[in-house]
Structure formats: structure tokens, C-alpha cells
Nanobody
């Protein structure tokens, strides 16, 4: 049974940085999603088994998705944070249909419980 646990969320001011972690991703292709109040969940970044990453346009150049060497943990390094980045962030792993930018069609077997990021 795969259990994903996110950590690293919190509050910061605009322009600040934060690193989110997700343990238990097990080396599977994985992704980070976010959901702001009143909005639909959106894909933020995804990484495949080979380590290739892709990002939604809004975070390109500011966010970096990565995995540790063992592939057990997933990370999202966020810099130059903006108030519009405020959301609950979720990691997902075990992709059956990987998220790609601009797509609302994806399927992941495992999801974390989320970690809140607030930028003021």
C-alpha cells in the first residue's frame, strides 16, 4: 500500500521561496497539483520515470520538480512566490495517464493529503 505524505507548506511573503516534499512516491512518475479555494484542481508540474519534467506555464522558471536518487521522495522547489500561488498542494504518483500542461485528463493511483501554501 502506497501512502504519500506531503510536508513543507506554510506562509510566506511574495517573492519568497519554499520547498515541498512528498515521501512515498516510490520512483513512479509523479506530479504536483494545487487547488485554490473556489477553483478546480490544476496540474503544476510532473516528472516521468526518466526524470524529465514539465510545468504549467504559470510556474515555469519559478518552480522545479525533482526526485531523490532512490526515487522515494518527490520535491517541488518554489521561488519568487506570488499570491496567486496560494493553494493546497497535493502530490500524486503511480500515473496511469500522466498530466501534461493544458490537460485536465489524467489519472494517478496515489494521492497525498495536501499541504497548504499561503503567499501574502
Amino acid at each position: 500500500h502506497v501512502q504519500l505524505v506531503e510536508s513543507g507548506g506554510g506562509s510566506t511573503h511574495a517573492g519568497g521561496s519554499m520547498i515541498l516534499s512528498c515521501t512515498g512516491s516510490g520512483g513512479n512518475c509523479a506530479a504536483w497539483f494545487r487547488q485554490a479555494p473556489g477553483k478546480e484542481r490544476e496540474g503544476v508540474a510532473a516528472i516521468d520515470n526518466a526524470g524529465s519534467a514539465t510545468y504549467t506555464y504559470a510556474v515555469q522558471g519559478r518552480f522545479t520538480i525533482s526526485k531523490d536518487n532512490a526515487g522515494n521522495s518527490l520535491f517541488l522547489q518554489m521561488s519568487n512566490l506570488k499570491p496567486e500561488d496560494t493553494a493546497m498542494y497535493f502530490c500524486a504518483a503511480g500515473c496511469r495517464a500522466a498530466w501534461v500542461p493544458g490537460s485536465s485528463s489524467y489519472e494517478y493511483s496515489y494521492w497525498g493529503q495536501g499541504t497548504q501554501v499561503t503567499v501574502s
